[in-house]
């Protein structure tokens, strides 16, 4: 078994890989360790596989000296790397690489390398990769210079990291990494892979497949770049990808249609600020379970204006009545409502529907969501104090020692590990307002 650390050291799970049953367990081919499934603790507040990287803890300080993190598939791989002196390689336990994953990585740099078995399995979870990568990609656009370096490396058939250091070594397989691709040509390739391109009808499908792809990217800059390469690739002219690009995009528009016209009215329909606007409805209303706590939960909770403010009148005008003798919903006077914006959401409210099949439930869910927001956003905040910190200590690291800059270093480590604690606890309470 291999004990899997959290960030600062601490072991949170443990995790193994045992072969398919009937195999002997003398047997340590290539084969049937590829064939191996791994094993992990099961989930709890503490662990959770989606947001831990094994190998981490060991080799952070390698991954910012040599500022690239290589992310293999098992416990065995980022032994063997080790071993051989490779020592910026963590696994991702199992699974296709997650935002939440990608998001801690870049806290120590911002060039990731994947390193995938060449079988369809590992084809399977790089292609599920980049599709839970979508997130992370709309919240720091991953493909844009300054920020996370996405590359891929494919090793050959019937090799995974470890067996390629025994048999190729470690040159061979520095060599290799060297030679990664990024993840948009990796993800151009896979998709041609498909299709047969001498035939008409699969190059259509093709392209087909790839702008769906290229609608998703939220650069402009870097849509039209990708497009070039497609166009390549495929030898079709580029105003014909536009064109069926800017086709998938309008559809994508009519089913906003909605949304648009809401914005148009002066109206934010945002998910974090429908979420607000939610709570906002269970308070006019009086109902749910959690009634109480979003009453009590505190304007810091809402991030815009119009929502915070008609909030801080309904707590007003609640917590000077009896909860019991209050007449639901809750009426507010023209002149509690003096600026407009306030107004028009508190009329909206009102005439929508409270149209809530479980009263209980829908309080709930927007209570957990509305800690779940706040929380990230001070994962957001330390996170940004954190990479200030470690990027001090990174050029802490390369000026000439002395006691001053020991006890310095100190202060900064100190610093880091306390920030990375909170962090932690953070993320645990995080978890515990899953809806």
Same mark, same amino acid.
């Given at each position: 078994?291999?004990?899997?650390?959290?960030?600062?050291?601490?072991?949170?799970?443990?995790?193994?890989?045992?072969?398919?049953?009937?195999?002997?367990?003398?047997?340590?081919?290539?084969?049937?360790?590829?064939?191996?499934?791994?094993?992990?603790?099961?989930?709890?507040?503490?662990?959770?596989?989606?947001?831990?990287?094994?190998?981490?803890?060991?080799?952070?300080?390698?991954?910012?000296?040599?500022?690239?993190?290589?992310?293999?598939?098992?416990?065995?791989?980022?032994?063997?790397?080790?071993?051989?002196?490779?020592?910026?390689?963590?696994?991702?336990?199992?699974?296709?690489?997650?935002?939440?994953?990608?998001?801690?990585?870049?806290?120590?740099?911002?060039?990731?390398?994947?390193?995938?078995?060449?079988?369809?399995?590992?084809?399977?979870?790089?292609?599920?990769?980049?599709?839970?990568?979508?997130?992370?990609?709309?919240?720091?656009? *991953?493909?844009?210079?300054?920020?996370?370096?996405?590359?891929?490396? !494919?090793?050959?058939?019937?090799?995974?990291?470890?067996?390629?250091?025994?048999?190729?070594?470690?040159?061979? #397989?520095?060599?290799?990494?060297?030679?990664? !691709?990024?993840?948009?040509? #990796?993800?151009?390739?896979?998709?041609?892979?498909?299709? /047969?391109?001498?035939?008409?009808?699969?190059?259509?499908?093709?392209?087909?497949?790839?702008?769906?792809?290229?609608?998703? *990217?939220?650069?402009?800059?870097? %849509?039209?770049?990708?497009?070039?390469?497609?166009?390549?690739?495929?030898?079709?002219?580029?105003?014909?990808?536009?064109? %069926?690009?800017?086709?998938?995009?309008?559809?994508?528009?009519?089913?906003?249609?909605?949304?648009?016209?809401?914005?148009?009215?002066?109206?934010?329909?945002?998910?974090?600020?429908?979420? &607000?606007?939610?709570?906002?409805?269970?308070?006019?209303?009086?109902?749910?379970?959690?009634?109480?706590?979003?009453?009590?939960?505190?304007?810091?909770?809402?991030? #815009?204006?119009?929502?915070?403010?008609?909030?801080?009148?309904?707590?007003?005008?609640?917590?000077?009545?009896?909860?019991?003798?209050?007449?639901?919903? !809750?009426?507010?006077?023209?002149?509690?409502?003096?600026? &407009?914006? !306030?107004?028009?959401?508190?009329?909206?409210?009102?005439?929508?529907?409270?149209?809530?099949?479980?009263?209980?439930?829908?309080?709930?869910?927007?209570? /957990?969501?509305?800690?779940?927001?706040?929380?990230?956003?001070?994962?957001?905040?330390?996170?940004?104090?954190?990479?200030?910190?470690?990027?001090?200590?990174?050029?802490?690291?390369?000026?000439?020692?002395?006691?001053?800059?020991?006890?310095?270093?100190?202060?900064?480590?100190?610093?880091?590990?306390?920030?990375?604690?909170?962090?932690?606890? *953070?993320?645990?309470?995080?978890?515990?307002?899953?809806?």
């Amino acid at each position: 078994m291999f004990p899997i650390k959290d960030v600062v050291g601490r072991t949170v799970g443990f995790g193994g890989r045992r072969t398919e049953e009937g195999s002997s367990s003398s047997a340590k081919s290539p084969a049937n360790l590829q064939s191996a499934k791994y094993i992990n603790t099961p989930e709890t507040k503490v662990y959770s596989k989606s947001r831990n990287i094994y190998g981490l803890f060991e080799s952070k300080n390698s991954i910012i000296e040599s500022d690239r993190a290589l992310v293999v598939e098992g416990y065995t791989d980022v032994v063997a790397l080790h071993q051989s002196g490779i020592n910026n390689a963590v696994a991702s336990l199992g699974t296709a690489l997650t935002a939440e994953q990608v998001e801690l990585l870049g806290r120590f740099t911002k060039n990731v390398t994947l390193v995938f078995d060449s079988d369809a399995a590992g084809q399977s979870a790089s292609l599920r990769g980049i599709e839970r990568l979508k997130e992370y990609n709309e919240r720091l656009d *991953l493909y844009r210079e300054g920020n996370i370096d996405m590359r891929i490396t !494919v090793l050959e058939e019937g090799f995974d990291p470890a067996d390629y250091i025994l048999k190729k070594g470690k040159e061979a #397989f520095l060599e290799k990494v060297s030679s990664s !691709v990024s993840m948009i040509d #990796f993800t151009i390739d896979t998709v041609l892979k498909k299709y /047969n391109l001498e035939n008409l009808s699969h190059r259509l499908r093709a392209a087909d497949e790839l702008m769906e792809f290229v609608s998703s *990217l939220s650069s402009k800059i870097m %849509q039209e770049e990708v497009i070039k390469k497609i166009s390549g690739k495929l030898n079709m002219a580029e105003n014909l990808l536009i064109e %069926q690009l800017l086709k998938k995009m309008q559809k994508k528009t009519l089913h906003t249609l909605q949304e648009v016209q809401a914005q148009s009215a002066g109206y934010d329909v945002s998910p974090a600020r429908n979420i &607000e606007v939610e709570a906002l409805k269970i308070l006019i209303n009086g109902i749910g379970e959690k009634f109480s706590e979003l009453l009590e939960i505190g304007q810091e909770y809402f991030r #815009f204006e119009e929502t915070k403010k008609l909030y801080l009148i309904l707590r007003d005008i609640i917590n000077r009545e009896n909860r019991a003798s209050l007449n639901f919903p !809750v009426q507010i006077s023209s002149d509690m409502l003096e600026e &407009e914006p !306030v107004k028009k959401l508190y009329n909206l409210i009102i005439f929508s529907p409270g149209d809530y099949s479980d009263y209980s439930l829908a309080s709930r869910e927007v209570y /957990n969501n509305l800690k779940r927001i706040y929380i990230t956003d001070r994962i957001g905040e330390i996170n940004i104090q954190l990479k200030k910190m470690e990027n001090y200590l990174k050029s802490l690291t390369k000026m000439e020692a002395s006691e001053e800059l020991i006890i310095k270093r100190q202060k900064v480590e100190k610093r880091i590990k306390e920030l990375t604690l909170k962090l932690n606890d *953070l993320e645990v309470e995080k978890r515990s307002f899953a809806s």
